[in-house]
């Protein structure tokens, strides 16, 4: 069965060669059971889609691992649509129903996002043990401007060690996010006072920084300490934060309640743009988690008696 200009549309679409494997095998499997009914790809319709799910429901196949299926015989009639072998997806708005999601997150509000960067300390009272003192001074002003990346731009843990230094704006208030194999590039605006703050981390800490490491870098974000990983200072930003909110978890909560409280006021395309989403399914992955916080309003003022 030859699916090779489908594996090419797949990886042109970005997919990696693993998602790819996987989507190629689920579609193989609907086709070897398409072509025992003489059903011509062509002639492939909503009724045939529905009847292989239902196959694969009577073998006990569970509802989430269905609507995968589902997923990639989509993916599958779009590329046939975008080849002109058919004139429309059949099944482009079927989705089952009561599939179950991944875990959410709790997702804090835009309120306790900002509290959560003003709250952060950055001074620390120096006494006789002032080098270390100071190199951890050095890493809270760092990771302040770290966390108002996350808190204002919904930037991950992969879009802040790659910043470099030209990519910031400062004159036009905005820095540039390049693109990776998972996320487009974009161009996002900096709050007013992030504009001022960034001014000072370049002229002043990720200077000193650099003096005190003897360090040559285009990146934005460096380490105070020689040989370290940057993924270090995200580390150590999240145990300050859990030690003012133990309800954080992990950066990407964070990151995920920025894109939650984005859909609440901005459409989805300027959100999948802003998140730097390469899919516009990627973006409504996070709708759920408005509903999850409306269930939980719900269950908080009106318990079930």
């Given at each position: ?69 589902l997923n ?48 952060y ?5 120096l ?46 208030g ?8 998972r996320?487009?590039?974009?161009i ?39 040989g ?56 409504e ?21």
């Amino acid at each position: 069965m030859e699916l090779t200009d489908f594996e090419n549309y797949l990886i042109a679409k970005g997919y990696s060669r693993q998602s790819t494997k996987v989507m190629l095998r689920d579609v193989t499997y609907f086709l070897q059971w398409v072509e025992p009914q003489h059903i011509a790809v062509e002639q492939i319709n909503y009724n045939d889609v529905t009847a292989y799910l239902d196959k694969l429901k009577k073998r006990g196949v569970c509802q989430r691992t269905q609507q995968s299926h589902l997923n990639q015989i989509k993916h599958y009639l779009n590329y046939l649509t975008e080849a002109d072998l058919i004139t429309h997806n059949p099944v482009a708005a079927l989705k089952l129903k009561n599939t179950k999601r991944k875990t959410l997150h709790h997702i804090f509000t835009p309120e306790q996002l900002e509290a959560m960067y003003k709250t952060y300390r950055t001074e620390i009272k120096l006494d006789k043990h002032a080098p270390p003192q100071q190199a951890n001074e050095l890493s809270r002003k760092r990771n302040k401007v770290i966390l108002g990346l996350i808190v204002y731009q919904g930037l991950n843990a992969e879009d802040l060690q790659n910043i470099e230094t030209a990519h910031l704006q400062l004159r036009e208030g905005k820095i540039m996010i390049a693109g990776r194999r998972r996320t487009n590039e974009r161009i996002l605006k900096l709050e007013a006072h992030q504009i001022f703050e960034l001014y000072d981390y370049i002229n002043e800490t990720r200077k000193a920084i650099l003096q005190r490491n003897k360090q040559e870098t285009d990146k934005l974000f460096v380490t105070v300490r020689t040989g370290n990983r940057i993924q270090n200072a995200f580390h150590l930003l999240l145990v300050h934060l859990k030690e003012v909110n133990p309800r954080i978890k992990n950066l990407d909560q964070l990151r995920a309640s920025v894109i939650t409280n984005w859909l609440k006021q901005y459409n989805k395309r300027k959100v999948q743009y802003m998140a730097g989403h390469r899919y516009v399914s990627s973006t409504e992955a996070y709708e759920a988690n408005n509903i999850e916080a409306l269930q939980e309003d719900v269950e908080k003022y009106y318990p079930v008696m």
